[in-house]
């Protein structure tokens, strides 16, 4: 990337006109339908389901050498633990992490984020899953913008300039157009989600992700085949569907769902009781035809654990809606060692839930 004054302008010809507004209603796509758009399809029924695993810069001077790995991104992820999420029956792994250009300065293009990318989607080939690539950081947007209370880190760290930062939002455009391009052949990848939980209306910036996401979905590069997954605002929350731009058919539609959190995020010891409705999300999501929910989950100790999964998950079957559980272990046992809260491989009630979800599946890439 050369140019910085726009990335718009960087990213074709098409973005030069600018970002679309909140309120634009996009036309259907008239391309040719993917036969990876088929995964995505509600009326016939859920066809992905998985977990999703995490990665983050690696920063020595927080984390030392051992605690995510040595390497870019961390914590590590192994062959093994991808192919033990196989062996249970699973056909999706969602990969939550960095995106491919820097996250400040020029917004230039990572080679090493791109690298680690290329050799993840062959790692999930080789498992016989699809994957999803999302990008949780990338311009203007550090990982600790997930953590913005938290003191355990330095706060010269936290990058959440992107809501503010016109150029930053154009360059997490391009960045998004730019991975379709680079990654979009590859027969394991199911979906590019262009930016993970977006949360501007929380920070007080509820139109920036509205022209964003409709700005990806009219300059997506559909003859690649890859389909666009877009997330609403305040963390991929349903209720922030309504300020949503209407999507192409090229587009799916993910929202997360950590309801009730009081149970969800519940500190050991709490004794929260599971309550709430678990179809709640899907008649939210109602009349959305490509919807899916790419990462849910509980906290290990939290009571009823295994009604919490099958609840959740049959609410989701019901509607025709692929899912992913939060979250997967990665292999690293240092990293692991310490991060137990959510690790689904820890719970007997949870892993059972999700044996009995996971054979029901069918497909898996060429």
């Known amino acids: 990337m050369t140019c910085r004054r726009s990335f718009l302008g960087c990213a074709g010809a098409a973005l030069t006109a600018g970002f679309a507004p909140p309120q634009l209603r996009l036309a259907a796509f008239d391309g040719v339908a993917s036969s990876r758009m088929a995964l995505w399809e509600n009326a016939g029924g859920a066809s992905l389901r998985g977990a999703v695993f995490t990665q983050r810069r690696v920063y020595p001077d927080l984390d030392g050498s051992e605690f995510l790995g040595s390497g870019l991104l961390g914590a590590p992820i192994s062959q093994d633990s991808l192919d033990a999420l196989a062996e249970t029956g699973a056909n999706l792994a969602v990969w939550s992490g960095a995106g491919l250009f820097a996250e400040s300065g020029r917004f230039e293009l990572d080679a090493r984020i791109e690298d680690h990318i290329a050799r993840w989607l062959d790692m999930c080939r080789t498992a016989g899953l699809y994957t999803v690539i999302g990008f949780r950081t990338g311009p203007g947007r550090s990982a600790f913008a997930f953590h913005p209370e938290d003191d355990w880190y330095p706060r010269r760290l936290l990058n959440q300039s992107l809501w503010q930062d016109e150029e930053a939002q154009a360059a997490w455009v391009a960045m998004s157009l730019h991975a379709a391009r680079r990654f979009g052949a590859h027969p394991a990848l199911a979906g590019i989600l262009a930016m993970v939980e977006p949360n501007g209306q929380d920070l007080g910036r509820a139109e920036v992700w509205p022209a964003m996401a409709a700005a990806i979905d009219r300059n997506w590069p559909v003859g690649t085949g890859v389909p666009l997954i877009l997330s609403p605002d305040r963390w991929a929350r349903a209720e922030a569907m309504p300020a949503m731009p209407e999507v192409s058919a090229h587009t799916v539609i993910n929202v997360h769902d950590y309801d009730p959190w009081a149970y969800t995020h519940q500190g050991e010891g709490a004794g929260t009781p599971l309550s709430g409705d678990p179809r709640r999300l899907t008649a939210m999501m109602a009349g959305n035809p490509r919807w899916a929910c790419l990462e849910f989950g509980a906290a290990l100790h939290a009571p009823e654990l295994g009604r919490y999964f ?34 689904v491989r820890l719970s007997d009630e949870a892993m059972n839930a999700l044996r009995a979800a996971f054979r029901r599946n069918r497909g898996r890439p060429d």
């Open 310 to 343: 099958q609840t959740r998950i049959a609410a989701l079957e019901e509607a025709g809606a692929s899912w992913a559980a939060f979250r997967w272990p990665s292999g690293w046992r240092p990293y692991e060692a310490r991060e137990t809260g959510m690790n």
